[in-house]
């Protein structure tokens, strides 16, 4: 799934579409079938942790990519069609400039009044210019059994860190990723949280370990039975999340990856 900087690249390849006006509006989502941006121009478009926001006039489209979403913008006269992907937001501009979401995990519309409404249960934007950490603290801090893996990945705590970035922002912080945030330095957490993604917020290849090259970018995410890079420990893999990892009902499993001496578990 996407994370943060993604979306936030994916914002800044899609700015020379503001200012524009809409000539076609498709919306292949039965409950927004009927709605049109025909007319209207693109006033603003902008990233809020991993979600897409896009105003035309009074209305916003809201979008998230989830596990297979992509956006792709195409010339006049250019086939963009894509065998088994399916284009759920087609939008065509002036000079035949056509926007098109495939594959996206959700499409939404409604009134630009209702914004700071629909966005409340997130938590801050660790991409935003001016990021409120302390928000991101007393949220956190609200759940202090929580496992500090649980309530990074949690975007109603911060928005924009996926399952690589809390791999790597535990590793950098030393923490296993089940240790419950009460016994965490939360402070410390959030200083690297905000750096590393600030970081890579432009870079075409994400890096957490100061090597851009192939392979070499990471220090624990996909790294199962490799040598950690600091003491050449082997890279352990588990899971963390659900009912009975300390997560909510409704919490999937995921994924995770730690070294056994860098990040003793608790």
């Known amino acids: 799934m996407p ?5 936030f690249q994916l914002s800044e390849r899609l700015q020379p579409l503001t200012g524009r006006l809409v000539t076609r509006t498709q919306l292949r989502v039965p409950r927004y079938a009927t709605v049109r941006f025909d007319g209207a121009e693109l006033t603003r478009l902008w990233p809020y942790g991993k979600h897409l ?3 035309f006039d009074h209305q916003i489209l809201h979008t998230h990519l989830k596990m297979e ?4 913008v195409h010339r006049k006269g250019v086939r963009w ?3 088994g992907h399916k284009a759920r937001v087609v939008l065509q501009f002036e000079d035949g400039i056509e926007l098109v979401g495939f594959e996206l995990g959700f499409v939404r519309v409604f009134d630009a009044g209702e914004y700071s409404e629909r ?6 934007d660790v991409l935003a210019e001016e990021w409120d950490i302390a928000e991101a603290r007393r949220r956190i801090l609200a759940r202090p059994e929580r496992p500090i893996g649980t309530a990074l990945l949690d975007q ?3 928005a924009g860190v996926g399952n690589e970035y809390r791999m790597e922002i535990c590793f950098l912080a030393g923490v296993h990723p089940a240790t419950p945030v009460a016994k965490v330095d939360i402070d410390k957490v959030l200083r690297i949280t905000r750096r590393l993604m600030w970081a890579n917020r432009r870079s075409p290849i994400r890096v957490t370990t100061g090597v851009r090259r192939a392979g070499e970018n990471s220090y624990v995410f996909g790294r ?3 040598p950690c890079r600091r003491c050449g420990t082997l ?3 588990g899971v963390l999340g659900g009912p009975d990892q300390g997560g909510d009902p409704d919490e999937l499993e995921r994924i995770i990856w730690w070294c056994p001496h860098c990040q003793p578990a608790r």
């Open 3 to 7: 994370e943060g900087d993604s979306v």
């Open 224 to 226: 199962n039975h490799r």
């Open 53 to 55: 926001f896009m105003c």
């Open 235 to 237: 890279i352990v893999k």
């Open 81 to 83: 069609r894509k065998p």
């Open 119 to 124: 966005i409340a249960h997130l938590g801050p």
């Open 156 to 158: 109603r705590n911060l």
């Open 69 to 72: 979403g992509t956006w792709s």
